[in-house]
């Protein structure tokens, strides 16, 4: 990493929020539902799908998961009136996981019940090590419930080769990632390339069972591999799509959609945004430096909430 790049991640919490919020706006949708939707709306207009993930996990009351499940609500609904094409994706610690799991899937019913009622998809994500397991649970659970439920798997742990297996023998709908949340080497692979192959395998073993899986990356090396696969495998462009992060890679997403790839574009939005933006700008450290140049263009010493 850069050293003043370095600097910057480290200093974030110092950094005038406006400022902050004038950097992270490409990747946060706003704070409001109808900027969502407008955000959603646009993207369609260039060819791309949609998922809107409603922002706030890992909650420390189980009070604060009631506006969640609430917001996702209301995101349903306008995602049907408005007959934009998005799904949501949910994380379940913005619905208590690590404070009550049964609180959890309490809320998380609510939330599938109103995806049946509106004919849409709901997907898990998949958040650290700590709880893998007990997210691939309820997962499970859910999917015997209500079909149109999917799953996220982290390809740099070394378990997910083998939970793919298991979510291919049910039928699942899985979103592959590298993974982003820092684990010890014991779980995951560290190396670049070592997540690669490990991305790789995974991604063939689910596309090879017939699985419809979502290829999120925006590693260049792995769309790359991941064309070539589908290629070979004779795949047809309703047996899986890309997903890419929102105002991230846009010229690779470009390609796709232009080349005729289905392509979902990752939409979140709300009141918790700083602390989304804040990890986005630790996660790629090469954006940290326009933060450092904003803090000293003409009109930045701007400050407030």
Not at 18 to 38: F, H, N
Not at 84 to 106: E, F, M, Q, T, Y
Not at 277 to 288: D, H, Y
């Amino acid at each position: 990493m850069n050293p003043l790049n370095r600097l910057v991640v480290r200093t974030l919490p110092l950094v005038p929020r406006p400022l902050v919020r004038s950097i992270a706006s490409r990747y946060v949708a706003g704070e409001t539902l109808d900027e969502a939707i407008a955000t959603v709306r646009a993207l369609n207009a260039d060819r791309c799908m949609a998922t809107l993930d409603v922002l706030g996990e890992d909650v420390t009351r189980l009070d604060e998961t009631e506006a969640t499940v609430i917001e996702y609500q209301r995101a349903l609904a306008a995602i049907a009136a408005q007959g934009v094409d998005s799904n949501i994706s949910v994380k379940l610690s913005a619905l208590g996981l690590k404070l009550d799991p049964d609180h959890c899937r309490h809320q998380f019913a609510r939330i599938v019940e109103a995806a049946r009622a509106h004919g849409n998809f709901v997907r898990i994500d998949m958040e650290d090590s700590p709880v893998t397991e007990l997210t691939l649970q309820i997962y499970f659970e859910f999917l015997k419930k209500y079909e149109r439920v999917g799953i996220v798997l982290q390809a740099y742990l070394r378990r997910s080769l083998e939970d793919g297996r298991r979510v291919a023998q049910v039928g699942g709908n899985v979103r592959v990632c590298k993974g982003i949340y820092v684990e010890p080497a014991s779980i995951a692979f560290q190396d670049r390339e070592e997540i690669r192959d490990g991305y790789m395998r995974l991604l063939e073993a689910l596309l090879a069972a017939g699985r419809y899986v979502g290829i999120a990356t925006h590693d260049p090396v792995l769309v790359e591999r991941a064309l070539a696969l589908v290629a070979r495998l004779k795949l047809t462009r309703d047996q899986y799509e890309f997903q890419m992060l929102l105002g991230v890679a846009r010229t690779l997403r470009r390609r796709l959609t232009s080349e005729g790839h289905r392509l979902r574009v990752y939409v979140p939005y709300g009141e918790a945004w700083y602390a989304y933006s804040v990890r986005r700008l630790k996660e790629n450290p090469a954006i940290a430096g326009h933060v450092l140049k904003g803090l000293f263009a003409p009109g930045s010493s701007e400050t407030g909430p």
